[in-house]
């Protein structure tokens, strides 16, 4: 097969190289000897008319162009995978390959069950999560990278994408088990100023939300601690350093050496929300996953250990 006078072969081969940064480790890996791999690398370089790898006795190495080429590539041969697993999907109806985009919380606590029953029903179908941050995934949408996403519904359009809140996620606080509120069945926002504090770094979603929620009700957030992740956060609270606000979905009820407790007056929550391209419709094989993930959520099982 050849697309533009480049023969699939060679793209191929150029990505195993750019993988290993090592020809005769690339060679193994696609069945070709060494020399066969490196004549295919040359014409590929003789056709684009750039060099794409730095090769000494030592090392390989990525030129500039070979960076710039490395994802584009990969992008070509995802899209013909894609478009082999379509063909596919239009002729049994039951194959085919779905992207789930999600915040990590969801990817932990809400997709799992949901992609089970769904593998039960179509069991042929290849289901991709991709877990990120919320501008990311909301990007992946819109370039189709993925089929629809799970994230915030924060209050404010998405341009190009229809939100369909999902459920509300409260927020708790994260306490050791052996923690002295980890007696209270529920704590004020008020009192969180008593306890040294882990949060969220600034410039996050969910940090950014959290801070929108308490600018409400005229309470800063000023953690000792901060971590870039929910789950960072939560190995700093599960170490002994403080106590951290964290979405529900995030905290599972059996955890061995964390436990949640409710925050009230007010109790705040975030709202989760379906992300869908406006432009195009979901495939029916998405639809299918979209719908098990309804299901999940409509009984009451989403984020339960």
């Known amino acids: 097969m050849r697309s533009n006078g480049f023969d699939l072969d060679q793209l191929r081969a150029f990505v195993a190289v750019a993988d290993r940064l090592n020809f005769r480790q690339a060679a193994e890996d696609i069945h070709l ?25 030592r090392a390989v190495r990525l030129t500039r162009t070979g960076e710039a080429f490395q994802q584009r590539v990969r992008n070509i041969l995802e899209d013909l995978e894609a478009a082999v697993l379509g063909i596919d999907e239009l002729v049994s109806g039951q194959g085919g ?3 789930v985009a999600c915040v990590p919380s969801v990817a932990l606590r809400l997709l799992p069950a949901a992609i089970q029953a769904f593998q039960r029903e179509l069991p042929r179908v290849q289901v991709r999560v991709q877990d990120d941050a919320m501008q990311v995934i909301a990007l992946s949408v819109l370039s189709g990278e993925a089929d629809f996403a799970i994230g ?7 341009p190009g994408l229809q939100v369909e809140t999902l459920l509300s996620d409260p927020y708790v606080l994260a306490v050791p088990r052996e923690h002295a509120l980890a007696r209270r069945k ?14 969220l770094m600034r410039g996050g979603g969910n940090r950014q939300l959290l801070e929108r929620h308490l600018d ?19 190995g700093l609270v599960e170490a002994g350093l403080g106590v951290g606000v964290v979405p529900s979905l995030a905290l599972p009820a059996d955890h061995p050496r964390l436990q949640a407790v ?9 709202e989760l929300a379906l992300i869908t391209p406006r432009a195009r419709r979901l495939g029916p094989v998405a639809q299918r ?17």
């Open 33 to 57: 000897s060494p020399p066969a791999l490196s004549r295919r690398i040359e014409r590929l370089e003789a056709q684009l008319g750039a060099r794409l790898f730095e090769r000494s006795s």
């Open 97 to 99: 390959r779905v992207t």
């Open 152 to 158: 915030f519904a924060a209050g404010e359009e998405l």
């Open 186 to 199: 529920r704590l004020r926002w008020q009192e969180l100023k008593d306890w040294p504090l882990v949060g």
């Open 216 to 234: 409400d009700i005229a309470l800063p957030l000023r953690p000792q601690y901060e971590a870039a992740h929910v789950a960072a956060l939560l």
């Open 262 to 270: 409710a925050l009230v007056e007010p109790a705040l929550s975030r």
């Open 289 to 305: 996953l979209l719908e098990q993930l309804r299901q999940q959520v409509g009984s009451g099982q989403a984020g339960k250990a």
